[in-house]
DNA sequence: AACACGCACAACCGCAGCTAC
DNA sequence: TGTAGCTGCGGTTGTGCGTGT
């Protein structure tokens, strides 16, 4: 038993809207407001719509002080850094450029800004032409997430192009790993044998390998093991537990939606050990890219700092100020953020210059 | 000129969360 | 506490237009 329609399909008028039905909802919503009502709205003044169809044509077209196309390269940078930070919460992207819709900026993200920046990224990854193990490009591709692998390539990109001495181009600034990282990685690089250019542009060499060192780490978070296949094994039995028995997580805390919904997944982590290397190995390395993605190698302290953040100093070059950080660590206003998003007095667009500090954060998560 | 194709944008759909009862 | 209704969100589809063949 599903739940009951919104309204009466059959006596619903679809398509685009006419300019009399657009100056028809117009005015009334100027003179009336919603009436706190959108299902009820069409039949009181007379519209043969959906409510729901109504006020989506009032938040994205008819409202005032809707901007649309001409984004700026700050709208740009803005929306970029989000997606790789948030993923598709355009709601959220769209609270911090004042007259954006989501549904415009998920539109643009769509038809304009993922191509121009990851068809970038390709034309100069992809240029040398190569497959290894016997495993085409396209497949490898395939076998990752397009979320995770657009999120990681974007964030590399990003990276490149905003610092090229810093972070990425630069490996003695690159944090240590978490052993489950470093060993994903070397398996990425067996598999990939250092030549596919996805996974070349991806993925850093180990700085553990650079460096020797090995650090302390903690056990990431999980609810519980998802082994498909026998010669799984969970990494995990070797991590260590915290005094309660309960795996270590990242420290810090928050009840902040926004963060909970930065990692939404909790899925163990596991990987084959034997040596038949392959897309199965694929798949659940593609769950703990994503994994890393939303959580920022949530869980790995260096031994000697404990605090999250300072062990990734490398991303407070980019951004020295923590006070903007307020736009989302603010319980509050996640919520409000969102549906307010195409409100007059819509919050403040981020500041370039800080649009990358989510990473940081995200790290002390 | 006609057709095919791709692109950009608008609109729809289904689901999840919230709230009132 | 459970249920129904409403809202908001994100993914998907539809439509119109421009461009290439």
Redo the contacts with the bound molecule.
């Keep these: 038993m599903?739940?009951?329609p919104?309204c009466d399909k059959n006596n619903v008028k679809?398509?685009?809207?006419s300019p009399e039905e657009d100056a028809t909802l117009k005015t009334y919503i100027e003179k009336n407001g919603t009436g706190?009502?959108?299902?009820?709205l069409p039949q009181k003044i007379g519209l043969k719509r959906?409510?729901?169809?109504c006020?989506?044509?009032w938040l994205?077209?008819l409202r005032p002080n809707i901007k649309?196309?001409g984004f700026t390269e700050e709208e740009d940078n803005i929306i970029c850094s989000l997606y790789i930070s948030i993923g598709?919460?355009?709601?959220?992207i769209a609270a911090q450029l004042p007259g954006r819709t989501?549904?415009?900026i998920?539109?643009?993200w769509?038809?304009?800004l993922k191509?121009k920046l990851l068809g970038r990224r390709k034309q100069s990854n992809f240029s040398s032409k190569d497959t290894n193990n016997g495993i085409e490009e396209n497949s490898y591709s395939n076998a990752l997430s397009t979320s995770a692998l657009e999120r990681l390539q974007l964030h590399m990109q990003l990276q490149s192009l905003q610092n090229p001495f810093s972070f990425y181009n630069n490996p003695a600034l690159w944090p240590k790993l978490h052993p489950i990282q470093e060993k994903m990685i070397h398996s990425l690089q067996s598999l990939n044998d250092g030549s596919n250019p996805v996974m070349q542009n991806a993925l850093p060499n180990s700085p553990h390998d650079e460096q020797g060192q090995k650090g302390e780490f903690y056990k990431p978070q999980h609810d519980g093991a998802k082994i498909n296949n026998p010669d799984q094994v969970h990494l995990l039995e070797n991590i260590p537990l915290s005094n309660s028995g309960v795996p270590f997580v990242a420290s810090g805390s928050s009840t902040n939606p926004m963060h909970s919904s930065l990692a939404p997944r909790s899925e163990a982590i596991h990987v084959q050990t034997n040596n038949n290397v392959g897309f199965q190995q694929l798949g659940a390395l593609q769950n703990e890219l994503d994994e890393i993605l939303n959580n920022r190698t949530m869980g790995y302290v260096p031994q000697e700092d404990h605090d999250m953040a300072s062990g990734f100093d490398c991303f407070r070059e980019m951004n020295d100020s923590k006070d903007s950080l307020i736009w989302w660590s603010n319980d509050s206003d996640t919520k409000s953020a969102?549906?307010n998003?195409w409100e007059s007095s819509a919050t403040p667009a981020l500041l370039t210059q800080g649009m990358f500090q989510d990473y940081e954060l995200g790290y002390s998560l």
Excluded: E, F, Q, V
Aim: with cysteine; glycine share 12%; proline share 2%.
């Design positions: 599903g739940r009951a919104c679809k398509g685009p809207w706190g009502n959108w299902i009820a959906c409510g729901k169809s006020r989506l044509r994205n077209y649309h196309g598709s919460r355009w709601s959220i989501d549904n415009d998920k539109n643009y769509n038809t304009r191509k969102s549906s998003s």
